[in-house]
């Protein structure tokens, strides 16, 4: 007997994720003894927070201790940072976990979810996985349209997910969008809002601070926020959410309970007092990302204005195309297939060092028939 046979039906319409290529693999496939360049996974071209890698290195000794199953301290921590009750967050092994928590929470079979069509593809991923139908509405100049978003809202509806910045488009929502968004959805619709590239967009006069403006108002609304990012630690999966105390203890009831590691609580606790980096990280992703745009412009790519720590870029072959050939030079970028994209591509923003490799690859890459 086939073992899909044996399978929940909703799994068999999951397609895996698919991560940017990783460096190792590069190397492993095409033998190069050179530096790879790995602009496909959005990751701080500074590196780690210098205080987090040497808490790492302070707390390695005790990995032999299971970790506090609610990550206590970073929680507290992460309260006090963002001026609400320890009540009010969580802690994810990444963003990525509380996108399933709150799947798991609120998604029986049939219910539906609001999402936009080129949204973050984990949304739909984890939310098929419940079994649940997926409502996908297209974007305006590819930025979710909250308007068309809200007005999908059936009796049916349990979830919606908006990215903002979004990945893979690097747009973003205004503060008016959301308010009106937040004010016109009901209150039995859970609303997750995805911040995973919050700090690149804080600065923009109509990016909201969504915790302080929406989350006392809207007992609805999930905030998702990350570690990976702007305080580089992909690597040890932080993630968080806060919310009104009554949905995190749900989301808290049925986490894994240990779900986030020793060594991974403790250096986002420090990495969180590492403000100068991040000041550092936001800055030069800004300045870069200047360059990393003008450089594709002028190689006849049509570049999306980002809000985040990546270009959403239209390429001038198709993305898998351009994707292969520049793996021959070193430089990994990410195609977009898995949203149907065949003519776009995702290009993380990197070091000088990094964008430049990735210039020298397309030169010789678009040279090539
Ligand atoms: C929009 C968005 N949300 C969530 C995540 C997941 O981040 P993590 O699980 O590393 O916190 C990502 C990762 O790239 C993302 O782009």
Redesign the pocket.
Known sequence: MAIETLTRPCLRQVTPYLPGKPIGEVRRELGLRKKVYKLA??ENPLGAAPRAVRELRRCAAESYFYPEGASPLLRDALAKHLGVTSSQVII????????RLLCEAFLSPDDEVVVSQYG?I?FRQQALLMGAKVIEIPMTDWTHDLKTMARAVSARTKLMFI?S????TGTYNTREELKELLESVPSTVVVGL????FHFAAADDDYPNSVREFLPKYSNLAI??????AYGL?GL???YAAADSELIGWLDRIRMPFNVSLPAQRAAAEALKDSAFVRRSVALVKKNRNQLAQGLRDRDFRVIDSA?NFLFVESPGTGWDIFSRLLGFGVIVRPLDEYGLTRHLRISVGTSQAQNALFDGLEKALARP
């Open positions: 996974s959005n994810g092994n990444g963003s990525d976990e509380i996108i973050f984990r990215a910045p979004n990945n893979p995805d911040e995973a590239y998702l926020r990350t570690f990976s990012k992909a999966r932080v993630g985040a």
